[in-house]
C-alpha cells in the first residue's frame, strides 16, 4: 500500500524557516520522483520542487528558486524541503506527491499523494 506522510508544517513569522518532511513507502519502483506542491484556498496546486530520488537531481518553480531547497534521504526514504525567507503568500497547504517525472507545470502527472501539511506565514 503506497503511503505519503507530510509532517513539519506550523506558524511561522515572516523571515522565518520551516523544514517539510515526506515519508514515502509501498511505491512501485519506477514512481522515483518525489514533488512538493501547494495549495491555497481558490488557487490551483502549485509546483515547487521535485526530486529524482536516484539521481539526486533537484529541480525548482521560479516562485520558490533561491527560497527553497528540496532533497533526499534515500535511506530513510525521506524527502524533505528546506523553507527559508519565509513569506505571507506562502501561506498554503503543502503536499508531496509521486511520480514517474520531475514536472511541476502541472499536479497531474503525479499519481499519489500525501494528505497534506498546513504552512501558515503571519506575523
Known amino acids: 500500500q503506497v503511503q505519503l506522510v507530510e509532517s513539519g508544517g506550523g506558524l511561522v513569522q515572516p523571515g522565518g524557516s520551516l523544514r517539510l518532511s515526506c515519508a514515502a513507502s509501498g511505491l512501485p519502483a519506477d514512481y522515483d520522483v518525489i514533488g512538493w506542491f501547494r495549495r491555497a484556498p481558490g488557487k490551483e496546486p502549485e509546483g515547487l520542487a521535485c526530486i529524482r530520488k536516484s539521481e539526486n537531481s533537484p529541480y525548482y518553480g521560479d516562485s520558490v528558486l533561491g527560497r527553497f531547497s528540496i532533497s533526499s534521504d534515500n535511506a530513510e526514504n525521506v524527502v524533505s524541503l528546506e523553507m527559508n525567507n519565509l513569506k505571507p503568500e506562502d501561506t498554503a497547504k503543502y503536499h508531496c506527491?509521486?511520480?514517474?517525472?520531475?514536472?511541476?507545470?502541472?499536479?497531474?502527472?503525479?499519481?499519489?499523494w500525501g494528505s497534506g501539511t498546513q504552512v501558515t506565514v503571519s506575523s
Open positions: 506527491a509521486a511520480s514517474k517525472n520531475c514536472v511541476l507545470w502541472t499536479h497531474t502527472a503525479y499519481d499519489f
